[in-house]
């Protein structure tokens, strides 16, 4: 164990206080583009960041990642509790190493999954008890537990601990799990300085402001939460969860004029294009989401004219890749038939190929709207990238 | 179509009688290295050619494919006929074009899996009726309709439609389908030679040995198959589908000392290490298995001392690759606990981080004999060889 996590730091260009920063670079309107340091490396941002819950981007490899310029990507402590058992990953020399993946990784604290995967859960003010998904074995996590496993897992980010509620939950419940989640923060964050304490600085705890769809709760918990610590960066919560999406679009409005423009802005859970490109004109720096791999088994790939299905017969004959311009490794090589016939026929190398399509997709077009926004067009440039995403949607 | 067609034709670096060629560079007892010359390349022999039944070798790249020094790859004329036919992959430029895989390839002719997948098939002299395993639809297939899906395909080397029967049929049955199979083999050269007329020799017909488990019908199959035609190769098939290892071994000696020298032999759907190390040394050029992927699939992985099985919680904490010396992509970088926690977990990257490993596992063994023929250390290498690899097998 030991020696995984000597090399670690040693690897790190940056230590102490040094190992976390973030600088923007230029601004249009709302969106930024900039730079998000970590102890693994620089994260241009706005970013995509590609989600490995169980260590793995589902059926990816770390290299073809790193190919496609992926910067950043998600685990989740509940799943790796569970599996393989985070003291296991620590034996083994943290995330990073396990995985085989060395940039940045983020951490998701298992708030959502306590609470939409697991079975029987009970919230308390101490935490959550639940049984596992896996084998019904009964569990409990409090903030400090979590903080223990994250810390175990070694990702240079790792999130608070949080009450997740529905989306649409009244503003009673709403504020309930809002207030509780800032009383979990204070506990995570006192756990974390006890456990890295003395340590080098390789890991951000980032707080996550709830709210559900409730302007003034939202722009309450975003003041609290960035008066109550110098945090690295700070996370937007409980969106996406069921709630339209005009109430998430006002919510970040909300969030961003309440949060300080200083640090790195996470957006959980969100990852559909569109999405993506409304969070950026919110301020959103960062973005994680199953959305590209989840399609990508399903049949769907992700294209500038909307989405398409694999699945259907209208590419039986078709020579085209995905899309013509794509850079990506799928549309470089092989023709919508070919993608048609591996779908069709449940060959995993369908999966495969269209997960790395569309996740290349979501990077390569944050890419270019880093760019947009560096040279000032950015407001154009959305503004026609989602008209001509919505021109067409094949059912699937 | 044609477009793709005259790309392949003029990708050919040769054409005519000179498409295929063999040479045998050394020999070492029964066993011999050569290079089997195609219209595609040259496979250095002896060879383990990889199986991608439906035009996608399971879960793996083409580009992994060529990355490993697979050389000749493997499809299936029953199942690409049924999925997506072999009139579309035809119109889509041919095979190579389809796949991506610009390597030599080869088309079984859906004998075998006439017998085995489809259901209530029906011989006649004519061909086999039989029902899609797929949907049940009735289907026909007869020498001459083997032979225009296989040249739809566009395979270098395709093979005869033969009878095959189970491995421990008994004298008149065996007898009975090797006749059958003989007589096919007529319809087919015929078939093939109609079809191809005046064309470039952009693919190679094979003939296929049966005669079950009984030495003279063996002998005199393949002396009489040999006196029939010009072939550039002879398949062994019917082995590895019931019999025992000692009569398999028995057969490929009969074989062996009936073929001509001069020409490659290939035995169908064989391809456990210790089953091509054997027929190595009784004179087999080219070899097949679904076996190294199958066992990815199910977490199985090859070492030098035996198979392992990367589920067992043995594997949990072991930081070791596979095999300590294996150059493949997936020893480089993963630890047998981060495979043990792929597959444990379900994950599509165990199947796809094992079946790279076996397939590379069986390759770079092929690549070891071929040097020992070589180097006149064939014997002794492969003896010794054979007891590693017994020396300790996990169950699993």
Redesign the interface.
């Given at each position: 164990m030991t020696e995984g996590r000597r090399e670690k730091t040693e690897d790190s260009k940056q230590n102490g206080a040094m190992a976390f920063s973030f600088a923007v670079h230029a601004k249009a309107g709302s969106a930024r583009t900039g730079v998000f340091q970590t102890p693994h490396g620089p994260v241009e941002t706005p970013a995509f960041m590609p989600v490995g819950t169980?260590?793995?981007v589902?059926?990816?490899?770390?290299?073809e990642l790193a190919a496609m310029h992926a910067q950043m990507i998600l685990a989740n402590a509940y799943h790796l509790h569970l599996?393989?058992g985070d003291e296991?990953i620590r034996?083994?020399?943290g995330l990073h190493k396990?995985?085989?993946w060395h940039g940045p990784i983020l951490t998701d604290s298992g708030g959502f999954q306590v609470f939409s995967l697991a079975s029987l859960n009970a919230v308390t003010e101490d935490g959550v008890t639940f049984r596992s998904h896996i084998d019904g074995s009964e569990r409990h996590f409090t903030p400090e537990s979590v903080m223990q496993i994250e810390v175990n897992l070694g990702a240079d980010v790792i999130m608070q601990f949080d009450h997740v509620i529905p989306g649409q939950s009244d503003r009673a419940a709403a504020s309930d799990a809002s207030e509780r989640s800032i009383r979990w923060l204070d506990r995570c964050s006192a756990a974390f300085s006890r456990l890295t304490e003395g340590g080098p600085a390789r890991q951000a705890l980032f707080p996550i402001v709830q709210g559900g769809i409730h302007a003034d709760l939202r722009r309450d918990a975003a003041a609290r939460i960035a008066a109550a610590g110098a945090w690295h960066g700070i996370a937007i919560g409980g969106l996406s969860v069921g709630e339209g999406k005009p109430a998430m679009y006002e919510m970040l409005d909300v969030c961003h004029a309440a949060l300080p423009h200083d640090r790195p802005r996470y957006l959980m859970g969100v990852g559909y294009p569109e999405d993506l490109i409304e969070g950026v004109a919110r301020g959103v720096d960062l973005f994680d989401c199953v959305a590209p791999t989840r399609m990508g088994r399903n049949g769907a790939a992700l294209t500038s004219t909307g989405r398409i299905n694999l699945k259907n017969a209208a590419h039986?004959?078709d020579?085209r890749p995905i899309e013509e311009d794509c850079g990506c490794?799928t549309c470089r090589?092989?023709?919508r038939?070919?993608l048609?016939?591996?779908t069709?026929?449940d060959?995993?190398?369908g999966?495969?190929?269209l997960s790395l399509h569309n996740v290349h997709f979501l990077i390569a077009m944050m890419r270019r709207a880093r760019a947009a926004i560096a040279d000032g067009s950015f407001e154009g440039w959305s503004r026609d990238w989602l008209a001509r995403f919505h021109s067409t949607t094949e059912l699937s």
């Open positions: 169980l260590a793995t589902k059926v990816l490899d770390p290299d599996r393989p296991a034996t083994l020399g396990f995985m085989g039986r004959l020579e490794r090589r092989f023709s038939a070919y048609r016939h591996l069709h026929a060959e995993m190398l999966p495969r190929l």
